[in-house]
């Protein structure tokens, strides 16, 4: 049995090579769409009042987790529209392209499975083969602590869904 902070760890490893492999532009898409992603879903827990109060917390675990990681797919879709691609900004060139790509996909990483994971803890660990740990250590619950949900709440989230917006208009326009 593996421990849910080693996975998240290993995932953030993984997201950080995958970045480092695809470059720091393509990975900011990636950052944007699941800050837009947790950005829908705190505009629908805040302002939906059916999805705030009717639905279960089973199902709104399965709505939340599939936000998340459809947005993060596509956003991992490299752009194929000729004129972005012949401009150049997807182009991995240099070293520091690479290691901001790797610091980007880290993030990117904690961003995706660090949501999840705090999804999971939200509605009460609901599978049978993913087991609540019986003693958390203080690593773990500080962990737990800075999950992107836990602190990505309105306003926060709508200033980090500007910024990127910002960040994607400068980058490639």
Known sequence: ???????????????ALIGAMRGWAKELLVTSGVLVALFLLA???TFIPFFRDSI?????????TSVVVAL????????????IMESGKFIRER???ILLGLFLGGINGYMIFGSLWFYLIDADYPFNWISAPANL???VMSLIKILPPQYL????????????FVFIL???I
């Open 1 to 15: 049995m593996i421990s849910l902070s080693v996975l998240f760890w290993i995932f953030v490893l993984m997201f």
């Open 43 to 45: 505009v629908m827990e």
């Open 56 to 64: 279960p917390v089973q199902t709104s675990y399965w709505v939340r």
């Open 72 to 83: 993060a797919f596509f956003g991992y879709q490299t752009p194929n529209i000729p004129r």
């Open 95 to 97: 070293f520091q392209d």
């Open 137 to 139: 250590s203080e690593n």
């Open 153 to 164: 709440q309105p306003p926060v989230v709508y200033v980090a869904v500007a910024v990127a």
């Open 170 to 172: 400068v980058v490639f």
